[in-house]
Each structure stands twice: as C-alpha cells, then as structure tokens.
T-cell receptor
Framework: DQQVKQISPSLSVQEGRISILNCDYTNSMFDYFLWYKKYPAEGPTFLISISSIKDKNEDGRFTVFLNKSAKHLSLHIVPSQPGDSAVYLCAARSSGDKLTFGTGTRLAVRP | GAVVSQHPSWVICKSGTSVKIECRSLDFQATTMFWYRQFPKQSLMLMATSNEGSKATYEQGVEKDKFLINHASLTLSTLTVTSAHPEDSSFYIC????????????FGSGTRLTVV
C-alpha cells in the first residue's frame, strides 16, 4: 500500500514556463510534507517543505501548495530553468520522524 | 549547511560476504539516523531508524539480523549487510536529523551495492 503517490513519472516543460509537480497521499496522520530534488546515484537534496497546518509555502521560484481535504500537494516552479531538470521526490512525515517517499517525477526543462 | 558523508559510493561483493556502509555527519551531531534502500523504479523505502547509543528500530519486513545497524556516536552510523545475496543489490541511502526533524533531514550520497 503506497501511502505517497506521484502518479506522473515524467514531465516536460519549456524553459521559462511553470512546472507543476503533483503528489497524493492517503495517510491523514502525516504532519509535514517535503519536496526533494534527486539526481541518479545521489542522495536527495531538500527543496521546500510545508506543515500540515498551512496551505502554502513559498521560497523563491518554488511554491508548495497543500490541500488537506483532497490529500494532495503540489510543487510549482516558476520560471522553470534547464538546471531544474531532475527527479523530484515528494515525502511525508509521520510519527517517529519517519519519511515516506513517492516514486518521483522526472522533470525535463527544455531550453 | 549540514553535510552527511556516506561511504563507499559503490561496492561489488561476492554472495555470502558482508559489506559495511558508513554514514557520517560532518558538521553536526545527528541524534537520529535513518537508513533507506531504493530498488529500480521504486521509491526510497525506510529500513530502520537509529538513535545514538540505542538499538535500531526496524521497519516491518526488514531482517535485523541481516542488516546490522550501529550508531555508536552522534556522528557515525554504520549499516552492515551480512551474508549478502544478489537480491540485496540495491541503492542504500542514509539520512540524519538534528534533534527535531523540523531542522530538516540531510541525506548521504548513497551506496550502490551489487552482489554477484
């Protein structure tokens, strides 16, 4: 039973446009959500997070939106840059500080 | 920022041998370290949680006698894959937190284990 799902395995976006990466979850006990950027054979790098008591968090070009009623969150990157091309992982925190990850979405930003 | 160093980055071993993977927090003291593994086209799966000076807590389905975790200091945790088999071939990653995870999780660069 996959508690964190990233349904779209890949996304291709034109440079300068908005990238929207989606994530769904099933466990209502998750209290914190995080987005990571990952390259092959490397560990994830933290991007942005959001507490379950908020619905939006913004950091520069990155904004995360949380819709608790829909158990859905999204990461918006605007404007997208070629350097943003990577795999993006959605993660959710539960008790004991454990993280549950989605399978990731590969973003390709075309110049 | 916080840095976690993980070694080796890749290792090939023969079936039946043991392999040790090290995870070090370089500029902070990690009260909790987590070990994950990732199979191809799957998500990172938590294997175990370790707190300095205490026994690791393993996730369901992870054999504690096969995956030995030692967290003897606040800067070092090790994962030993004992009697490795080809099905243990995977990408193993550690992460560390400082106190409350609201300070964030820092990940190592991962270890690609291939058992032949």
């Amino acid at each position: 039973d996959q508690q964190v799902k990233q349904i779209s395995p890949s996304l291709s976006v034109q440079e300068g446009r908005i990238s929207i990466l989606n994530c769904d979850y099933t466990n209502s006990m998750f209290d914190y959500f995080l987005w990571y950027k990952k390259y092959p054979a490397e560990g994830p790098t933290f991007l942005i997070s959001i507490s379950s008591i908020k619905d939006k968090n913004e950091d520069g070009r990155f904004t995360v939106f949380l819709n608790k009623s829909a158990k859905h969150l999204s990461l918006h990157i605007v404007p997208s840059q070629p350097g943003d091309s990577a795999v993006y992982l959605c993660a959710a925190r539960s008790s004991g500080d454990k993280l549950t990850f989605g399978t990731g979405t590969r973003l390709a930003v075309r110049p | 920022g916080a840095v976690v160093s993980q070694h080796p980055s890749w290792v090939i071993c023969k079936s039946g041998t043991s392999v040790k993977i090290e995870c070090r927090s370089l500029d902070f003291q990690a009260t909790t370290m987590f070990w994950y593994r990732q199979f191809p086209k799957q998500s990172l799966m938590l294997m175990a949680t370790s707190n300095e000076g205490s026994k690791a807590t393993y996730e369901q389905g992870v054999e504690k006698d096969k995956f030995l975790i030692n967290h003897a200091s606040l800067t070092l945790s090790t994962l030993t894959v004992t009697s490795a088999h080809p099905e243990d071939s995977s990408f193993y990653i550690c992460s560390a937190t400082i106190g409350s995870s609201n300070y964030g999780y820092t990940f190592g660069s991962g270890t690609r284990l291939t058992v032949v």
